[in-house]
């Protein structure tokens, strides 16, 4: 797989069949981008797990964080990873030896290890790197043209101001 480039198929196609996402590297600071991601996706329909090893037994977002991916209750469909590209390497020797495989492994902006990600492609996992899924499923949605950006997305749906009538991305029915 290249991954120097992804088309919007492949994105978007991940977008719509995963259910389920664990971050690795979540954190509580609301200042801190894995935390606005997690409310964002956690916001979209997506079951999330956070997953930091320091605040495992707290939560985040109401959500019970787990100390690592094998502590799950079960499996996932994706694991985001929040980590740096160095880290990734073990975290993704971590989700090889699941018992359960996630469909994809998706590291955050500013990661990628090709090592890492051929393994895991090995497997049979689906693999995106230093791309971030809160703003693929914005671009793709036409959300992230409500702030002005040109997603190049073309919609006649105006969005409301309440959440209750808040325009959802087409990806997720």
């Not at 999330?48 to 985040?60: D, E, Q, R, S, V």
């Not at 209750?73 to 993704?92: K, L, Q, T, Y």
């Amino acid at each position: 797989m290249n991954h120097d480039s992804y088309s919007d198929d492949y994105i978007g196609g991940i977008l719509r069949k995963v259910h389920s996402i664990a971050m690795v590297g979540a954190s509580a600071n609301e200042a801190r981008p894995s935390y606005f991601v997690l409310k964002y996706l956690k916001l979209r329909g997506y079951q999330m797990f956070p997953i930091n090893p320091g605040l495992a037994g707290k939560t985040i977002l109401d959500l019970p964080v787990y100390a690592s991916l094998a502590a799950l209750p079960g499996p996932v469909d994706m694991v985001d990873i929040f980590r740096n590209s160095e880290a990734a390497g073990a975290v993704v020797d971590e989700i090889l030896a699941l018992p359960v495989l996630p469909k994809v492994i998706w590291m955050q902006l500013t990661v990628r290890n090709d090592a890492a990600a051929a393994k895991a492609e090995a497997a049979g996992i689906e693999v995106v790197m230093n791309r971030c899924p809160k703003i693929e499923y914005g671009r793709l949605s036409g959300e992230i043209g409500w702030a002005g950006v040109n997603s190049g997305a073309i919609s006649s749906k105006r969005a409301t101001r309440d959440n209750r009538g808040f325009q959802r991305l087409g990806l997720r029915r």
